[in-house]
Nanobody
Framework: QVQLVESGGGLVQAGGSLRLSCAASGRDFSSYAMGWFRQAPGKEREFVGVISRIGNLDYAASVKGRFTISRDNAKNTVYLQMNSLQPEDTAVYYC?????????????????WGQGTQVTVSS
């Protein structure tokens, strides 16, 4: 069992930056792929990016080059650094964990989810 808690959301102006954190409790954090998703009002939850057990990365096209995922296994934490934020990045951001060897990019494949943190980008 893994429990996830996101933090770091807030209000930022367009062009600004935020860093989200996702702290995990439970065993064997390093064995989990960690994904980031977001959900805007009235829209489905969408993939943002994922970091595999061994640090391989994959990003949605909409955030590639602006967002960076990293993990610190000693701290049981995964990060989402978001730069050049735009109003269309406004959403609730969720982290998720899955222990499959191939890091998933779809919502239904993740076993554990955090409660989400709100990111609002003003124009």
């Amino acid at each position: 069992q893994v429990q996830l808690v996101e933090s770091g959301g807030g209000l930022v102006q367009a062009g600004g930056s935020l860093r989200l954190s996702c702290a995990a409790s439970g065993r064997d954090f390093s064995s989990y792929a960690m994904g980031w998703f977001r959900q805007a009002p009235g829209k489905e939850r969408e993939f943002v990016g994922v970091i595999s057990r061994i640090g391989n990365l994959d990003y949605a096209a909409s955030v590639k080059g602006r967002f960076t995922i990293s993990r610190d296994n000693a701290k049981n934490t995964v990060y989402l650094q978001m730069n050049s934020l735009q109003p269309e990045d406004t959403a609730v951001y969720y982290c998720a964990a899955d222990n499959s060897p191939v890091p998933p990019i779809v919502v239904k494949e993740y076993d554990y989810w955090g409660q989400g943190t709100q990111v609002t980008v003003s124009s």
